[in-house]
């Protein structure tokens, strides 16, 4: 037997497994990589423009259609339903009913609205209420083309959206009609209690949520932690 096991039979056996290893790991990455490009080419055409649309029944029609694909729900103005995907056939069916009636609210809590896709709301003028709350691809960027609705917008919600830092949050300055802003879990903020501080400062009429985040920096001061620094010695 100990013929059969000699060195250079060992060494082989190491490379075969080495090759395998590091083929299955180049196999591993390049579906990954693949499957990756699937999802963005996804996400992509679902935050196409809706152009024919549009030029056949205007924003108000394009942009509930698009809103009721991704998931969401649209309110008409004077209307006291919201429309959802469930009943989506039926507003369909009458569309020509709305091509002239604003859109008044839209619920996007957990669509995958992107950079792109915001193209298909910022023509609705009249909107007053706009939910973005755990919308996985919203960013930034995002935020910096909100200013477009600024005559219009009361009431935002960016709760739980995890791409969204300050320098987002910073550019809701335009948004001065705003009476309400769910700034609330953004792990993407590295000092919530600070920020949501500053957006009060900046949008001096509107009630900002997330206070939870500036609790630690609100607390009595007989329940403040320690002061544990050294002071400077004169």
């Known amino acids: 037997m100990s013929e059969l096991v000699t060195p250079d039979s060992s060494r082989e056996k190491k490379r075969t497994l080495l090759q395998f290893l590091s083929d299955h790991f180049q196999d591993i990455q390049t579906l990954r990589e693949y499957l990756l490009q699937k999802q963005i080419s ?51 069916a009458e569309i020509q009913k709305f091509q002239n009636v604003p859109v008044e609210a839209v619920d996007a809590s957990g669509c995958a609205i992107n950079y792109q896709g915001l193209s298909n709301l910022l023509p609705l003028k009249e909107l007053r209420s706009l939910s973005l709350q755990r919308c996985p691809n919203l960013d930034d960027w995002c935020l910096s083309r909100l200013y477009l609705l600024a005559g219009s917008l009361q009431e935002l919600s960016l709760a739980g959206c995890p791409r969204i830092s300050e320098r987002g949050l910073a550019c809701l300055h ?24 500053l957006v009060e400062e900046m949008l001096p009429h509107c009630e900002v949520l997330g206070a939870d985040w500036a609790q630690n920096l609100k607390l009595e001061p007989d329940k403040q932690p320690p002061d544990t620094s050294t002071p400077l010695s004169s």
Not at 186 to 194: E, I, K, M, Q, W
Request: proline share 5%; aromatic share 10%; glycine share 6%.
């Open 174 to 197: 335009h948004l001065q009609n705003l009476r309400r802003l769910d700034i609330s879990d953004l792990p993407a903020v590295s000092h919530p209690g600070l920020t949501q501080i």
């Open 42 to 92: 996804k996400v992509n055409r679902e935050n196409r423009s809706f152009t024919n649309i549009q030029e056949k029944y205007g924003p108000y029609v394009a942009g509930a259609v698009f809103i009721l694909k991704q998931g969401g729900a649209v309110k008409f103005q004077d209307k006291e339903e919201w429309i959802r995907p469930n009943n989506r056939s039926h507003f369909l």
